[in-house]
Every structure is written in C-alpha cells, then in structure tokens.
C-alpha cells in the first residue's frame, strides 16, 4: 500500500509523527511532572487562565503538539511563526490580528513561536508591549536554556517550563499505539514488530518521539510484506531504519561499562577509562552519552583542582556533536585522558550541597546583609543604609573583609579548597587575604 493512499485523503501524506500528534492532554506522550491532574499548567489550562509561557526542552519531546492543545482546548486563535524566518513585520502583523480578534470576537490570541531563542533584541522589544498588555498570550518553543539565550524582559513576562527526554516506556507505548491505529497510524499495514526492534528504536530515539515516530515508519515503509501480505519488523530492520546497530551486549552489561567508565574516571585511570569508552562505542552506544558523563565527571570529581578540565570536556563535546562518528572520538578520547591525568577534588560537589541544604532549611526572609541589598527602589533608610557597602575596588588587592552571608549563616563555610593542584594556589590567595589560617 502507497503511504498517500492511506485514509484516501491528503493525511496519509504527512508523516506519522505529524498524524500521531495528540489532540487534547489526555493523549499527550510524557512530561508528566507539567501536565499530570491537578498541575499548574493543566488546571491553568482547564480554567483557561494560562498566562505567556516559554516551552523549553530537548527536540522530539512535544513542545510544538502541547502548544496546539492549549490553544484548542482554551479555543483561542492560533498564530504559528518560526523565529528563523520571522521578522517584525510579521509580528507586527500577528499582533494586529490579535487585537481584531479580541475586540470583534472577544477571543484571546495564541502566539507559537518556534525557536524562540533566535529571536534579537529588535524583535523581541516589538513583541514586548502585547505580551504585557495580554493582546496576545505568548507561547515560546525552544531548545536553548531560555535564562541564557532569550531576552530577559521576554523571560521575566513569562512561566518557564522545562521538557524532559522522553522515556523509554512512554516511546514504546506511542509506538505500539501508532502501529495498531488504522486512521491516523500504521494500523492499516499489518504490521508487527518484534520486541527487541521495538527496544532498540525506542532506546536508540534519545527520547526524541518524532526521531522513534521516523524510525517506526520507515521501517513499515521499506521492509518487504510476507507471502500473506503482513511485514514482520526484525532488529536488523530497526538497525537501519534509525541508523545505529543494536548494542552488542545486555542492559546490565551496559549500566556496568558505564558505572566502571565513570569509576576510572575519578580513579585517574586513563587506560580503564579509555578502554570502557571504546567498549560501548563499538558496542552501540551513543558517544554523546560518554561525552555528557564525562562533562559532570570534570566538574564533580576534578572541580576547582583543574578548572580547565571542564573547558576541555565541554570542548570535545561540542567537537563531537558538530563531527559526529569517527572523527569526533579523537578529541573525546583526548578530553578523557585529560579528565582522568587531572589533578582530582570533590570539593565544588560538596559546597554545592551544603548550600543547597541551608538554600532548603535555613528561612531568613530579611537576612540579606543591609548595606548588599538593591537600593534602587528602596526608601531611604535602605538607602541610606547602602552607604555601608565596601566597594572592594577601593581597597588594595580587590579585596576588603565584609560579612555578605545573612546573620544566621554568617559564619558558614561551604567551600574548603584542598592542597591538590588550582585548589593550593586558592588556599595561598585565601592565605594572602586573610580569610585561611
């Protein structure tokens, strides 16, 4: 059967992950932690009170179909740009048929703007005024940290939600639905896929759902049908539908060449880390997932010992995601090495949770020392009080002792730096000012 024949109509010509989309919240694949009974944005949904928000996450985990829903299920107009192609004539434009909309038919207007991060300061400041104003209720999709990548008064405007990769099981079970369902899936093709090509796609896919959706559906496209006119989808099929061979080894095989990866890592064992490395690469594993774990690792178990070692890694990162297979291994291994020859400290992960716990635990509403605080707005007595500030540039070295811990944490120290590599010329700077005795 032709793809374009399916349901006699032009549906049959989208792709399936278009065709899958979900149409209310009830269909909607993951991110339960945003959208699960009685969360924030589904009773803001339910009540029609969602204000402008900002859809951040990684590709594939339904940032542009959640979008659709809110505006269908608060009936709203919906307006569709992409920030890529967008200029502010077509801002000026989407917003000029929001205000027809909401005075005419008294209806609210969405604005979807997909890859919202590359939208410029020019662009954004002629979108600011109808996000205050409510003309428009702004609903950003992007793949970027927004807090890095947007313009902060667009940010400050809006409720940030942050997408997760999808999981596994969510993936399998979207994949099951779409090769049953006859009128907007695969249903129609008869047919099945085995169990260990269903784990792969859905492993394989990151959970990216329309990478697993793109997957699924070549692989019903192209295998050849059965005598009976069934297709049978094997694992070799799914191998090359998504263009990654299964991995070589089992689960647990996988999770201890991992864990013994990590574990050489901080032990300063570049031969085992290197080894381990090379051993789930050829055994199917995503180099990004070596590249991801040994980024936290040059934070965690290097830290402030050999601040460089972060740079390294995040470098052989980027290298990797630009170069991909073969060539990205040389930089990743060289980072590896680097990562594991490091001087080694734990001290960063340590003050991290400490503060954490008194971020939790210790409530202090008004602790921030006076003369710290923004006096910007404050009356004169904050004012006043600001005169207090040492400005530590007035003082030789940069540097002047002055409480800036609040009264009850005044006398914490998070961060205590060891004797092993940076961390012994901090200890000597620390020395120098008279903070370390």
């Known amino acids: 059967m032709d793809l374009f ?26 991110q339960k932690h945003i959208v699960s009974e009685g969360s924030l944005l589904r009773r803001a949904i339910a009540t029609d009170r969602l204000g402008s928000c900002i859809f951040w996450g990684p590709p594939g985990t339904g940032k542009t179909t959640l979008a659709h829903i809110v505006a269908s299920t608060t009936h709203g107009e919906f307006i569709k740009l992409n920030a890529v192609q967008a200029g502010v004539a077509d801002v000026k434009r989407a917003v000029e048929e929001a205000k027809n909309n909401l005075k005419m038919y008294g209806k609210r ?16 400041d002629s979108l600011l005024p109808s996000i205050e104003q409510g003309t428009i209720i702004f609903i950003g999709s992007t793949t970027e940290n927004p807090y890095a990548s947007m313009t902060p008064a667009i940010v400050s405007r809006c409720r940030v939600f942050e997408f997760k990769r999808l999981s596994e ?69 799914a191998e090359q539908s998504i263009q990654r061979k299964a991995m070589s080894y089992n689960e647990d095989a996988y999770y201890d060449y991992l864990s013994a990866f990590c574990k050489s890592l901080r032990g300063s064992d570049a031969n085992a880390a290197l080894y381990y490395a090379m051993r789930l690469v050829e055994g199917g594993c995503d180099p990004m997932i070596i590249a991801r774990r040994l980024a ?46 490091a001087p080694k ?93």
């Open 345 to 437: 400290s734990n001290t960063v992960e340590i003050a991290m949770n400490a503060a954490k716990r008194d971020a939790k635990e210790v409530r202090d509403d008004d602790g921030v020392p006076p003369y710290l605080k923004d006096n910007t707005f404050g009356d004169k007595a904050t004012k006043a009080q600001s005169a207090n500030y040492k400005y530590p540039h007035n003082y030789s070295g940069g540097y002047v002792d002055q409480q800036y811990l609040p009264d009850k944490l005044k006398d914490r120290v998070y961060y205590t730096p060891t004797e092993y590599g940076f961390e012994k010329t901090v200890r000597q700077i620390r020395r120098d000012k008279g903070k370390l005795k």
């Open 5 to 30: 024949d399916l349901n006699g109509n032009e549906e049959g010509a989208k792709p399936l992950a278009e065709r899958m989309r979900a149409n209310n919240l009830n269909e909607f694949v993951g």
């Open 296 to 341: 936290i690792h040059s934070a965690e178990d290097v830290g402030m010992a050999d601040p460089n070692a972060m740079v390294v890694a995040a470098s052989a990162m980027y290298i990797f995601e630009k170069t991909g297979y073969p060539e990205g291994l040389e930089p990743l291994c060289n980072a590896i090495i680097y990562v594991c020859e």
């Open 169 to 237: 099981e969510d993936i399998r079970g979207a994949l099951i639905k779409a090769l049953k369902d006859k009128r907007k899936g695969l249903g129609e093709y008869n047919a099945e896929i085995a169990d260990d090509a269903l784990s792969h796609i859905a492993r394989v896919a990151g959970g990216d759902l329309r990478s697993a959706y793109n997957a699924l559906e070549l692989a019903v496209l192209t295998t050849p049908p059965k005598a009976d006119g069934s297709i049978k989808i094997a694992l070799s099929d």
């Open 109 to 124: 207007t969405y604005l979807m703007l997909d890859e919202c991060h590359r939208f410029n300061k020019t662009q954004s």
